[in-house]
């Protein structure tokens, strides 16, 4: 297991070189660059100023050697500093990556809270009116776009009843029962849809496990069927589902610009997209890094989990 | 200050400020101790935390390196610049009393309050301020837009402690106005080593913390220079929270769900049915002018420049006949504010009232001058910059007017760099834009119209001597009528030469709760407002 593990993280070596070069390749391709912002809308677009600024930011050099400058204090773990707030890269992931952590976070266990559970009974349930309502349920779930959910939630919770915020961000370690408040509403947002997504997806994979052999195997010997079910089927049935739910954790570490916006929410989504509106080079490429690293990671403990739920599976 | 009080110019405005500034400014003109040192009165009704839902964030916290939008980043209340304003839109005293030019314009003398300070008890004399602005000037570290605004300081000397000298490169009536906040604001010297992370200004708030998109807290300055007509310190709030949260209805229901005190920038769209359905339950203030919006057309190149095409004015004045500006009134500003036909609306001083309008909307001569004109069906492009909902909204929608004239035209929206790239490579024929509003209109028409200035040849290229004229001559005239009537002139020009057509003004219009006393704010937000907006503004419990 460990050498597998050490493996992998080798291997991340490459797809993160990949990365970094595809990304610096996109971002020198867009039109306009930092020193278009820097000089402004407000005149004063003196060449020498242009110059100035370019030599301050390392601009005037080739992009090989701006981006082999980069990668060489990168694997360092010094991104440098942001072109545009002047503070360092790493300080502005730091202070949006843990609000994104937890909003996915918790946004996923809220749609696996609800999806295995629903996907399982609607499998075992099959074709019965517990089934129809989880099919119609998730089925709605996967048509309403996110933000119009997210838009429903706030009008209702918050303006209606007046029981939840309806934007913001509290720190869950200072003040952790007005954080949970600020939460609920987004996590929501996101849990239901992925929820919908995974419901469906546990229900079929449920279905399958449970016209396998072993299934009508274990209930020959006599096993109970609650037993059946949740010990040997869904087992087996959970291998796609978290498959999916680490892809989907992965891609809300990525940011949910959308969602940021309408609950005001600080994560590292609304950061990078800015840097990448107004070429903060260093920023995106950093930001980009981690978030690269991050889904690779999750890939990994995704494939380590398949081992968990079922040790047959062979690593590697 | 009125307009007749305005009239005579710089000088007389100093004699006006002299009787005008209060007990204490005048005793701290004699040398006498000032406020920080007088007894401090404190208003009863002061106090209160404002948490404030802006549409913005401050980029950073350093004042010179970043632009600090006055209107929507509550960073921008600690700091101030060298003078102030009122609600009239008139240079008043703030750090400098007294102030003035010297003969040949070319230099002006200013002398400041004695006792003010920074954040962090530092005075502010005149080695700061001069430091202040030759630090904004560095092109290293001062924003674009505070540095244009200095680039005809030659060089500042320090006369005294408390008297700053700047000497120009040019003449100018109107220096002064570059010295208030925008773009100006002091920063204490001694802590300039923290600029980025804790910054310390001097004005009526404290910084004490700052999360990106998140939240800016910030807390009275117990010893702010301003008192008000009684005497009593400001600012009343015992501190203020901002809530950025970009999304115009987010604001919206943020107020609505009591999250939130004031909220600025309440969309167009909403503002009218708002203030129908809640104007019993909440207060409304509506700033009528925080910039001018126009249709500019590319001069330098393409169908509408004269050196490619020989009927280029003429392709202009079929494009200005097909704009329907009540349309835009109505469908992009939902009837809020007001059409433009000068860059000043009638709130300013700056009205010019005689100004020529621009061609009125008439699209069977704009269809008629269209097919006449040389390169009538040439392929053409209009760009507005992501940042502004209007800007987009009225791209929109002249597109869509010239295309019912048979203008072969396509619209796109682009962030700031590629914007700024169109500008430098000409690559736009038309382009929905905005200026902010300008405190004295030298700083509109010297930096955006003069022919020379680098903005005007990277922009648009206009270039007619007449209005060189008239803008160098306005720089020097010390009558405020005599400069108003000569800007008007040269808006009648601009509205005849059509480099650029004026839409409409920017107005702005913020929205609190019932609890929020004494606020009322000035074209220039919540902060940069002599004995207005959130300086005397209170909450009730």
Not at chain 1, 284 to 306: P, S
Not at chain 2, 233 to 238: H, I, M, S, V
């Amino acid at each position: 297991m460990l050498a597998y593990i050490i493996r992998r993280i080798f291997y991340l070596v490459p797809v993160l070189f990949v990365l970094t070069v595809v990304v610096f390749t996109f971002v020198e391709m867009l039109p306009g660059n930092i020193i278009d912002t820097l000089v402004g809308t407000e005149g004063n677009n003196d060449p020498e100023v242009r110059k100035i600024l370019e030599k301050e930011y390392g601009l005037d050099q080739p992009v090989y050697v701006r981006y082999a400058k980069w990668l060489f204090r990168a694997v360092q773990g010094d991104f440098g500093m942001s072109l545009v707030t002047r503070r360092p890269v790493s300080v502005e992931l730091l202070s949006g990556i843990p609000a994104t952590v937890y909003l996915a976070v918790v946004g996923i266990s809220l749609s696996m809270l609800i999806a295995v559970p629903l996907g399982t009974i609607a499998a075992v349930k099959r074709n019965t009116p517990i089934d129809y309502t989880a099919q119609v349920t998730s089925l709605i779930g996967i048509s309403i776009p996110e933000f119009w959910f997210a838009i429903l939630c706030v009008l209702f919770f918050s303006l209606y009843l007046g029981w939840l915020p309806s934007s913001g961000f509290a720190n869950p370690f200072e003040d952790p029962w007005a954080s949970l408040k600020f939460l609920i509403l987004p996590a929501a947002a996101v849990g239901f849809r992925q929820a919908a997504y995974t419901t469906r997806l546990t229900r079929s994979s449920m279905l399958d496990e449970m016209n396998k052999e072993y299934v009508d195997t274990a209930r020959s010997v006599g096993l109970s069927e609650s037993k059946v079910i949740f010990k040997y089927t869904l087992r087996n049935a959970m291998i796609p589902t978290i498959t999916i739910s680490g892809l989907q954790l992965a891609n809300l570490l990525g940011g949910t610009v959308v969602l940021e916006s309408i609950f005001a929410w600080p994560g590292i989504g609304r950061a990078i997209f800015e840097a990448i509106l107004q070429r903060d080079y260093p920023l995106v490429q950093a930001g980009v890094l981690v978030l690269g690293c991050i889904v690779v990671v999750m890939n990994l403990l995704v494939d380590l989990t398949y081992r968990l739920l079922n040790p047959r599976v062979k690593l590697g | 200050m009125t307009d007749e009080a305005n009239k005579k110019g710089p000088e007389s405005t100093r004699r006006k400020f002299l009787t005008a500034t209060t007990a204490l400014a005048g005793a701290a003109l004699a040398g006498l101790p000032g406020v920080a040192g007088a007894e401090r009165k404190r208003n009863p009704k002061r106090g209160g935390t404002v948490r404030f839902g802006t549409r913005d964030d401050s980029v950073g916290l350093d004042t010179h390196r970043n632009f600090i939008y006055f209107v929507s980043q509550p960073m921008a209340g600690t700091t101030g610049g060298l003078l102030d304003f009122d609600a009239g839109m008139n240079i008043v005293p703030a750090i400098a009393t007294e102030w003035e030019p010297s003969k040949d314009l070319k230099t002006w003398t200013f002398k400041l309050r004695r006792g003010a300070e920074f954040h962090n008890g530092e005075t502010i004399d005149a080695n700061a301020v001069k430091w202040n602005l030759e630090r904004i000037l560095d092109p290293k570290i001062g924003h674009s837009f505070n540095r244009s605004a200095l680039t005809d300081i030659d060089r500042i000397t320090v006369d005294d402690k408390f008297v700053v000298q700047c000497h120009l490169k040019e003449p100018s009536a109107a220096f002064d106005s570059n010295l208030v906040y925008y773009p100006v604001n002091l920063i204490a010297p001694g802590a300039v080593d923290k600029a980025d992370t804790e910054p310390v200004g001097c004005g009526p708030f404290k910084f004490k913390s700052w999360k990106r998109f998140d939240i800016c807290e910030l807390v009275r300055f117990e010893n702010f220079w301003e008192t008000d007509s009684e005497g009593n310190t400001l600012p009343y709030l015992d501190g203020l929270i901002g809530r950025p949260k970009k999304e115009d209805r987010v604001r919206l229901t943020a107020l609505r769900a009591g999250e939130v005190d004031l909220i600025d920038n309440v969309a167009y769209a909403d503002a009218p049915s708002f203030m129908k359905d809640y104007g019993k339950t909440y207060d409304t203030f509506p700033v009528p002018q925080v910039g001018t919006a126009f249709i500019a057309f590319n001069l330098k190149n393409g169908p509408f420049s004269a050196k490619d095409n020989p009927d280029a004015h003429m392709l202009r004045q079929a494009a200005a006949h097909a704009i329907d500006h009540e349309g835009i009134h109505e469908a992009v500003f939902n009837k809020q504010g007001e059409i433009a036909k000068g860059f000043y609306s009638k709130s300013s001083p700056w009205y010019g009232k005689d100004i020529k309008s621009w061609p009125e909307f008439d699209p069977d001569k704009a269809k008629a001058l269209r097919k006449k004109a040389k390169d009538g069906d040439a392929k053409l492009l209009i760009i507005a910059n992501d940042s502004f909902p209007y800007m987009q909204q009225s791209g929109e929608l002249v597109h869509a007017m010239l295309k019912d004239v048979g203008f072969n035209v396509t619209f796109e929206i682009h962030p700031t760099p590629v914007v700024q790239d169109k500008y430098n490579k000409g690559t736009f024929d038309l382009d929905s834009s905005a200026n902010s509003y300008r405190l004295d209109p030298d700083g509109w028409f010297s930096r955006s119209i003069l022919s020379t200035a680098p903005e005007t040849m990277r922009r648009h290229g206009y270039k007619n001597e007449k209005v060189d004229q008239l803008i160098l001559a306005a720089r020097v005239e010390r009558d405020k009528d005599k400069r108003r009537q000569m800007y008007a002139d040269v808006d009648s020009l601009i509205n005849q030469d059509l480099p650029l057509v004026y839409t409409h003004f920017v107005s702005l219009l913020q929205a609190g709760t019932k609890k929020l006393k004494g606020y009322k704010p000035a074209f220039t937000g919540p902060f940069q407002y002599a004995g207005g907006g959130m300086r005397t503004a209170w909450l009730e419990n």
